[in-house]
């Protein structure tokens, strides 16, 4: 089964959340934090899961924007979009939705994927007196799924969906019109990693081949050719390994 990417209507109306909360705070990227936020807002099991637990949305806000201001995020500028922890969080949930035989990603993934996210798992909700194993339990409950043995890794049972025999009359209705949801701009960021990772055999190359050039060159004397091959090579990596940090 291939990796799941697609986003459900929930869980993009939940990002749309993350944006503002990012926004309102005045912080340039979207952090895991924001998603955080945007938990409490989304109706469904991130909101009741995080209820059950005794997490509060108003402490949750106040600790974020401290620690945000901590990082001294420029107040006033332009949303930049999801940062890179925000994406691997992204990720978990993906492989979240995955395990359990999901074909899109819904909001108590991406609470799923938040929690396997270390600075969330082991500041945000310790500063909110908040369990992380509890807080995966109530998820896990609300979908009528047995609990995880290992906080670290999901669990790959999965309860199957009933089959509904389809009525006979069904075939002389007209069909249903769909609806197209406008993608996420998050949601583009969850196939970047997988590109830079299919990348990296290729800057690794480029890196040898640079020390290589290098070495050869302190040994007969640099011509300008080699020089700027060199600085070529040096600009491709530097591009990759700084792009790949955002």
């Keep these: 089964m291939s990796e799941v990417q697609t986003l459900s209507p929930r869980s993009r109306a939940l990002l749309k959340l993350a944006d503002k909360e990012a926004e309102e705070l005045g912080n340039r990227y979207v952090e895991p934090e924001h998603l955080l936020l945007a938990s409490f807002?989304?109706?469904g099991i991130p909101t009741t899961a995080l209820a059950n637990v005794g997490a509060d949305y108003a402490r949750a806000r106040e600790w974020t924007q401290q620690a945000r201001m901590e990082k001294r995020n420029i107040v006033g500028s332009a949303?930049?979009?999801?940062s890179q922890?925000?994406?691997?969080?992204l990720k978990a949930a993906g492989e979240q939705a995955k395990t359990m035989g999901h074909d899109a990603i819904e909001p108590e993934h991406i609470l799923l994927g938040l929690l396997q996210e270390a600075n969330t798992r082991e500041t945000t909700l310790r500063a909110l007196k908040v369990d992380a194993e509890d807080l995966r339990a109530e998820v896990y409950l609300a979908l009528g799924l047995p609990l995880p043995v290992k906080?670290?890794?999901p669990i790959s049972t999965s309860a199957a969906p009933p089959q509904v025999e389809e009525s006979p009359l069904r075939r002389f209705l007209p069909p249903v019109p769909t609806v197209k949801e406008v993608a996420h701009p998050l949601e583009y960021d969850l196939g970047k990693d997988k590109g830079i990772r299919s990348l990296k055999p290729v800057y690794i190359f480029l890196l040898l081949l640079l020390l290589v050039g290098f070495a050869f060159g302190l040994g007969r004397g640099i011509g300008t050719m080699t020089f700027v091959g060199l600085g070529i090579l040096g600009l491709v990596f530097m591009a990759w390994y700084f792009g790949k940090r955002r």
Excluded: C, I, N, Y
Aim: hydrophobic fraction near 35%.
């Design 41 to 43: 807002k989304a109706e």
């Design 151 to 153: 906080k670290s890794k």
């Design 85 to 89: 922890r925000t994406r691997a969080a």
């Design 79 to 82: 949303l930049q979009g999801a």
